[in-house]
């Protein structure tokens, strides 16, 4: 099932990895378990990883996709590294914010903020 | 494979009654599909796009895809474990003012009440279980039955304010 265009986006600002969702829809097994895949080398490459995820084009996404952040998000920590989300949509921002993850994500507005806010 | 499925589905939804022009349009889904993702992808595109034709709004149509979403995946992958020989049953009475769906897995069936809640503290890092949050929260209504192998859910199609004249 290989796609022609990568799901994540990759760029580097300074120290920080940017990594943007390059599809609309983050729903389906394997499409997640790819993005997972890619998240898990940008954490391992650095001792204290700092990553932003742009949400620009993401409109859907599902409870499986909420797990693969979850995940990477725990990763990040034991590392002692640094998670941000930027450019959540309203619609996608709900889901969120039903589940409680804003609490446990950092979310900022835009890129520009996110890049802003890594210590 | 996929091409013969998605067949299954638009022949099922071609049966349906025709939609009438006074507003009182309906749509009637019957349909068994395999435990597949594919399958259950495709039987998730016809239904949402029957309710958009059927006028839901763009909140509505997101809110039954996230649900819909859920309650096939966890019937297909949960509930029936892949397995090539059980299959999901979805029926679905689509209106301009509802979608009422039911999705029955073959599966073991699970217990409602002892999913425990994903948003509280201690939960709020494991990486599942949001799934079932996921629909009671978008649907108006949704109720597991036969011991957890049948998921009932409604949507009803919130319609935009007027703008003020």
Redesign the interface.
């Known amino acids: 099932m290989a796609e022609s265009t990568p799901p994540l986006a990759l760029c580097w600002q300074k120290d920080i990895r940017i990594a943007e969702f390059t599809n609309n829809k983050i729903?389906?097994?394997a499409r997640i378990s790819e993005i997972g895949q890619t998240l898990d080398l940008l954490v391992d490459e650095a001792a204290s990883p700092k990553l932003l995820l742009d949400f620009s084009n993401v409109d859907?996404l599902?409870?499986?996709a909420?797990?693969?952040l979850?995940?990477t998000?725990?990763k990040i920590k034991q590392k002692n590294g640094q998670l941000r989300l930027s450019d959540i949509r309203p619609?996608i921002m709900e889901?969120f914010v039903?589940?409680?993850?804003n609490?446990?994500f950092k979310i900022l507005p835009t890129r520009k903020d996110a890049l802003a806010s890594f210590q | 494979m996929n091409a013969v499925r998605d067949g299954d589905v638009r022949m099922a939804l071609a049966g349906t009654k025709p939609a009438r022009s006074d507003g009182n349009s309906r749509d009637l889904l019957d349909v068994r599909i395999d435990s597949d993702f594919a399958a259950g992808h495709a039987l998730q595109e016809q239904i949402l796009s029957r309710l958009t034709g059927l006028g839901f709004t763009p909140d509505s149509v997101f809110a039954v895809r996230l649900a819909l979403h859920e309650a096939l995946i966890n019937a297909i992958k949960h509930g029936n474990r892949l397995d090539p020989v059980k299959k999901v049953h979805v029926k679905a009475v689509l209106t301009p003012a509802r979608a009422h769906i039911i999705v029955e897995d073959e599966g073991p069936g699970f217990d409602r009440k002892i999913i425990p809640d994903p948003t509280r503290g201690e939960n709020l890092e494991k990486c599942s279980g949001r799934g079932i949050l996921l629909i009671e929260s978008y649907m108006d209504k949704a109720k597991w039955t036969r011991h957890g192998r049948r998921l009932t859910m409604v949507k009803r199609n919130v319609q935009e304010p007027l703008p003020p004249r």
Not at chain 1, 98 to 101: D, G, Q
Request: proline letters at 0%; charged letters at 20%.
């Open positions: 729903l389906d097994d859907h599902s409870s499986a909420l797990g693969m979850i995940n998000n725990n619609q889901v039903i589940t409680k993850l609490r446990l």
